[in-house]
């Protein structure tokens, strides 16, 4: 019974935030700020534009609250907007690499399995940190979010088959990190 107390106390501080309700508009964005900070980290490495992006974005999540249809999780619907903006952003800046030729990058699904295992959060976030923002975008989009080649090369303007090389690349780039890592640290390097 308390979840779903919890449940309707959100939807009415939701509703009151569509009211343009200061007060709920605040208790929303304390509430989901730290999380939608980290997702506009995984693809902003600069974190003062990170936070840029993320308050650009909640004024979006404020303006179209109306839109908002109660149909899945309202935090999955912030993060959505939380990534397009991000998105935008790194369009805005003209990070993206365009291969637009395949065959400079050999997309192989099996070629990276990372041995992430001995890695923390934070190691796997400043490896992920160093790639090329075209890269890091497809990677974030592709490993972190769930989304497809097509929904990606939609999302960023892009051909399936760079979404697939920025991948492969990614994959690749990570995987050279990795070895670099544990040859310094076994002292072969």
């Not at 009151?16 to 980290?41: D, G, W």
């Not at 400043?126 to 989009?141: A, E, H, K, R, S």
């Not at 780039?173 to 670099?180: A, D, F, V, Y």
């Amino acid at each position: 019974m308390k979840v779903i107390h919890l449940h309707r106390d959100e939807n009415k501080t939701i509703q009151q935030a569509i009211a343009h309700n200061r007060q709920a508009q605040r208790i929303l964005y304390e509430k989901y700020s730290p999380k939608m900070l980290s997702v506009c980290r995984q693809y902003i490495k600069d974190v003062q534009h990170a936070e840029d992006v993320m308050i650009t974005a909640f004024m979006k999540v404020f303006t179209n609250l109306n839109r908002y249809e109660n149909k899945g999780s309202f935090e999955g619907w912030i993060r959505k907007i939380m990534i397009h903006e991000c998105i935008d952003f790194l369009r805005v800046k003209k990070n993206f690499i365009s291969h637009n030729n395949i065959a400079e990058v050999v997309s192989n699904e099996q070629e990276a399995a990372l041995e992430t295992q001995e890695f923390s959060v934070d190691d796997i976030q400043y490896l992920i940190d160093n790639l090329p923002d075209g890269c890091q975008t497809v990677f974030n989009l592709y490993a972190i979010e769930g989304y497809k080649h097509q929904e990606i090369a939609k999302m960023l303007n892009i051909n399936e088959g760079t979404s697939k090389s920025q991948l492969a690349h990614a994959r690749k780039l990570l995987q050279n990190q990795i070895n670099q890592l544990k040859a310094n640290e076994n002292g072969t390097e």
